[in-house]
């Protein structure tokens, strides 16, 4: 889904997508000789068609050939017919011209009504044997490695022979790719001679890997499993996307998000202001609704992207019981069984032996403009399973925690800025919420990216209890967040009677700050407005009159040496304890 997202955002922004990696360095890790099997996020897993005949070719991601002679013959009419969209609202001549640029690539990865492909067309590498790190490499095919950033840190650690890329027919439902993995990981066991593997799982892999552990788990094949915002119960946005639900895409949170991607500390503010934001949404409404819904549709991970919910409303409209026959019945399983009982599922598999790791975020709306807590891709409650208050709001002052899942009373599993109870999470204990961070964005991020690495790795953080480095909720230390704050005498996100300072760290890589305000209902702060913060600095802030049960400071920062930009300011919330 990360990538779908970013694809967009870049084709919209014109920009290209820069990977700058730094390794993790953790000294104490230490790898325990389990493979790791590693899953990307959706439209991730490159295509080949007709394999191993002498028409083989390849369709998506890498090694896939690139059709200049089309996208030249696309481009007049895409020109033509977006002037003529302005001018007069008439679409039509835009669509063709964009249909006729990815009809061909899409054209190639139709599947049929049952949801099977039409044509001779698999992931690649798709074999256990052809797919660790090390083969590829040897075999001239490095382009094929996924998230090379993240695949960077796990091979500090781990030798690359032992590490996997399980390729997921993204365009299939999760049923049949979760039997797939449960070959795959038989495979890799069998050729590395090990009895258990890891598994790092980036969202729409994640999907894939929590269906895998719900129906196999028991099985004992899996040692650690980190599932990073993972799309279990699917995200709201791609009802967005096709037209079934909103599709408002906020320019402001799309200039941020850029920046982010771009791994750049520059303020892209202005980005936000002069985007024609209705403009956007609209053409984005109608090109996905003519020129991807057709296809998606017969994509079972389409239907498997939709929460229980939807699911039922949504086949009643789209799925024929005849035509529809097959898929019906593998996603009524994927819907009925697996997703509205997967704290079970996961529960079993932890219960024979995996330790079960996920990481969601929270703290942004959605990215289609619903009232939704989210990452910007997927809803928190879709990642984590537990429930968030309306976005933008906080849950009500009598609000008791649902406690469904965790039955223990003295586990207070509410986040700081009480808008989420992970009470209710899959696994409300070996869950990790991350406020601010976009989706799938741990490596820009400081605190989470060697977390990470740990949790796949080692057995050291064993629940969110238990390290007190590592609570269950914390806030994004990406440089571009520029400010970090919590009590000088509390875990993150807490004060207490005794606090009496506010320690603020500067994020930024690049950046001096000064501070000009920190203000709070009930607490007053002492300022020095003279101190500069080097990057990577902290400073304490005095404070007196600390009172009421949550407090909500307002951080005001300029960076030193940018005279054209205006301050920004970051809100930071916290808990009496
Ligand atoms: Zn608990």
């Known amino acids: 889904m990360k990538k779908l997202v970013s694809i967009l955002l870049c084709a919209a922004l014109l920009f290209g997508t820069v990977a700058i990696g730094t390794h993790a360095s953790e000294d104490e890790i230490k790898w325990d000789g389990d ?102 490499k040897a075999n001239d095919k490095a382009d094929f490695v996924p998230e090379q950033e993240i695949n960077g840190d796990i091979a500090a650690y781990v030798p690359e022979e032992y590490i996997y890329i399980f390729n997921t ?17 038989d495979d890799v066991l069998e050729i590395t ?78 980005l936000g202001k002069i985007l024609p934001g209705e ?94 807590d989210a990452d910007f891709v997927i809803d928190t409650t879709c990642s984590s399973g537990a429930y968030t208050a309306e976005f933008g709001k906080q849950l ?28 209710c999470a899959y696994l409300p204990e070996k869950t990790w919420f991350i406020r601010g961070q976009y989706h799938g964005m741990i490596v820009r991020d400081n605190y989470t990216r060697p977390m990470i690495t740990r949790m796949l790795l080692t057995d050291t953080i064993k629940d969110v209890h238990s390290n007190p480095a590592y609570p269950q909720f914390e806030l994004s230390q990406n440089p571009i967040d520029a400010i970090y ?8 996100g807490f004060y207490n009677a005794d606090s009496k300072a506010l320690v603020v760290r500067n994020l930024s890589n690049e950046y001096s700050i000064t501070l000009k305000s920190v203000v709070a209902e009930g607490c007053e702060f002492t300022v020095d407005k003279k101190a500069v913060i080097a990057p990577g600095e902290e400073i304490e802030i005095p404070c007196t009159k600390l009172s009421g049960s949550n407090i909500k400071v307002e951080i005001t920062y300029a960076r030193k040496g940018e005279f054209l930009t205006s301050p920004f300011t970051r809100t930071v919330y916290f808990c009496a304890k």
């Open 485 to 492: 704050a919590k009590f000088a005498n509390e875990t993150s």
């Open 193 to 270: 001679g090990k009895s258990k593997v890891d598994i790092y799982a980036l969202s729409h892999g994640g999907q894939t890997a929590a269906a895998y552990l719900y129906y196999h788990g028991e099985e004992g094949k899996v040692d650690n499993a980190l599932l990073d915002v993972p799309a279990i119960g699917g995200t709201s946005i791609v009802k967005g996307l096709l037209g079934l639900g909103a599709a408002n895409f906020d320019m402001d949170e799309i200039s941020r998000f850029a920046g982010v991607l771009l791994n750049t500390e520059a303020d892209l503010r202005w």
């Open 279 to 372: 403009f956007l949404n609209e053409l984005l409404k109608i090109v996905f609704v003519e020129c991807f819904q057709p296809y998606a549709m017969n994509f079972g991970s389409i239907w498997d992207f939709m929460d229980v919910a939807s699911y039922t409303e949504f086949k009643e409209i789209y799925l024929n019981p005849l035509t529809n026959y097959e898929m019906i019945v593998k996603h009524d399983k994927m819907h009925y069984d697996c997703m509205a009982n997967m704290s079970k599922g996961l529960k079993a598999a932890e219960d024979a032996g995996a330790n079960i790791y996920i990481l969601a975020n929270y703290g942004t709306q959605l990215g289609s403009g619903e009232a939704i």
């Open 396 to 423: 009500p002052a009598d609000y008791k925690q649902k406690n469904t899942t965790c039955t223990d009373p003295t586990h207070n599993h509410i986040s700081p800025d009480r808008t989420v109870d992970a009470s």
């Open 35 to 136: 493979p790791v099997v590693f899953l990307q996020g959706f439209t991730g897993s490159p295509f080949v068609m007709d394999r191993g005949l002498e028409t083989e070719t390849g369709i998506w991601g890498a090694g896939a050939e690139f059709d200049a002679a089309r996208i030249v013959a696309a481009v007049p009419p895409i020109l033509i017919g977006l002037v003529s969209y302005i001018l007069g609202g008439d679409s039509g001549l835009l669509v063709s011209g964009i249909d006729y640029l990815v009809s061909d690539k899409l054209g190639k990865m139709a599947c049929n009504p049952d949801g099977t492909s039409k044509y001779n067309v698999t992931p690649y590498p798709y074999y256990a044997e052809e797919a660790s790190i090390a083969t590829l």
């Open 169 to 185: 027919d993204w365009r299939l439902g999760q049923i049949d790719n979760s039997e797939r993995l449960a070959e795959f990981i």
